[in-house]
């Protein structure tokens, strides 16, 4: 079982940037995936940004060049940086870390992001 802790939200003008972060803990194994989702109020949760192990990234359409998912694998860490935000990025935000090629998958409970217009 894996443990995911959050932290980095907050409020923030529009245009404004804030960091994520979110820390693994417990049997963490080498080839994972490692990313963040969101859900808006009335919305489906919905992926923002991944990272593998291997180090391959994707990001939505909606982020492509305004945040960057980056991640120290001997820290168990991986990050959000976020730029330019918009009242639209308004979410609480997810770390997901998901075991490739199994079915283990692990959810971090969530940190607000509000950008205010």
């Known amino acids: 079982q894996v443990q995911l802790v959050e932290s980095g939200g907050g409020l923030v003008q529009a245009g404004g940037s804030l960091r994520l972060s979110c820390v693994a803990s417990?049997?963490?194994?080498?080839?994972?995936?490692m990313g963040w989702y969101r859900q808006a109020p009335g919305k489906r949760r919905e992926l923002v940004a991944h990272?593998?192990?291997?180090?391959?990234?994707n990001y939505t359409d909606s982020v492509k060049g305004r945040f960057t998912i980056s991640r120290d694998n001997a820290k168990n860490t991986v990050y959000l940086q976020m730029n330019s935000l918009t009242h639209q990025d308004t979410a609480v935000y997810y770390c997901?870390?998901?075991?490739?090629?199994?079915?283990?998958?692990?959810w971090g409970q969530g940190t607000q992001v509000t950008v205010s217009s």
């Open positions: 997901n870390y998901w075991r490739l090629g199994t079915t283990e998958s692990s």
């Open positions: 990272s593998t192990s291997a180090g391959h990234t």
């Open positions: 417990g049997s963490i194994f080498n080839n994972n995936r």
